[in-house]
């Protein structure tokens, strides 16, 4: 089985700074992909960054402020949250693309559980 488990949500007023952490641990042979998902309360939710390849993409809102960084070794991937705006205000999910043996050909995405990020004006 696998796990994702994120830290580094909380409280910031605008123009402030987070760092989102998420591990990836379990029955891991490769990952293709990990990035970061949120949602606000009555929205859907929404692509934030993805690195994959040593290539990254990001939301065109959060271009320019936010970094996505992915350590390897670790199996867990890091977003670096700056010049937070209000609207940035959701709970965020990272995501991972894992294969779990050498006998298993595909890729299932797995979830984390999610971690609140509330910006204040």
């Known amino acids: 089985q696998v796990q994702l488990v994120e830290s580094g949500g909380g409280s910031v007023q605008a123009g402030g700074s987070l760092r989102l952490s998420c591990a990836a641990s379990?029955?891991?042979?490769?990952?293709?992909?990990m990035g970061w998902y949120r949602q606000a309360p009555g929205n859907e939710r929404e692509l934030v960054a993805v690195?994959?390849?040593?290539?990254?993409n990001y939301a065109d809102s959060v271009k320019g402020r936010f970094t996505i960084s992915r350590d390897s070794a670790k199996n867990s991937v890091y977003l670096q949250m700056n010049s937070l705006k209000p609207e940035d205000t959701s709970v965020y999910y990272c995501?991972?693309?894992?294969?779990?043996?050498?006998?298993?050909?595909?890729?299932?995405?797995?979830w984390g559980q999610g971690t609140q990020v509330t910006v204040s004006s």
């Open positions: 995501y991972a693309n894992i294969r779990q043996s050498s006998i298993r050909l595909t890729y299932t995405t797995y």
């Open positions: 379990g029955s891991i042979f490769s990952m293709n992909g």
């Open positions: 690195i994959r390849g040593g290539g990254t």
